[in-house]
């Protein structure tokens, strides 16, 4: 809504653009970027809470393989030696939301009309 308003599309409707053009060739190429790097930024959100309800064990079923179950069951092994159970499924769970972060940051970048 606040693009809707900004002068480069007030000038597009005054030299007669059809509004269904105006918002795929002016307003999508400039909203596209935040929306995208929100939408990644959910979804890394949502890995996160999954994990974490799996692994206070409200998540999915114990019998469904999560990350969240996975450092649940490490975690009772974690004092007798065997860190490692609980070590690699947290630095995949660490690796995954930083890489969609990342894509989101790439994407935004990769999308963004300014920079062209």
Excluded at 41 to 51: F, R, S, V
Excluded at 68 to 93: D, Q
Excluded at 101 to 112: F, V
Aim: one cysteine or more; hydrophobic letters at 55%.
């Amino acid at each position: 809504m606040v693009e809707k308003g900004k002068e480069y599309v007030q000038a597009a409707r005054v030299i007669g653009i059809h509004p269904a053009l105006i918002m795929l060739r002016h307003i999508l190429p400039n909203v596209m970027g935040p929306v995208l790097v929100l939408a990644t930024i959910g979804l890394a959100l949502a890995i996160i809470a999954e994990a974490t309800l799996s692994f206070l064990g409200v998540g999915v079923p114990p019998t469904t393989p999560s990350l969240g179950t996975l450092i649940r069951v490490g975690n009772n092994f974690l004092f007798s030696g065997e860190w490692w159970i609980t070590f690699f499924p947290c630095l995949a769970l660490v690796f995954l939301v930083l890489s969609v972060n990342l894509l989101g940051d790439w994407l935004r970048d990769a999308l963004n009309p300014r920079l062209r």
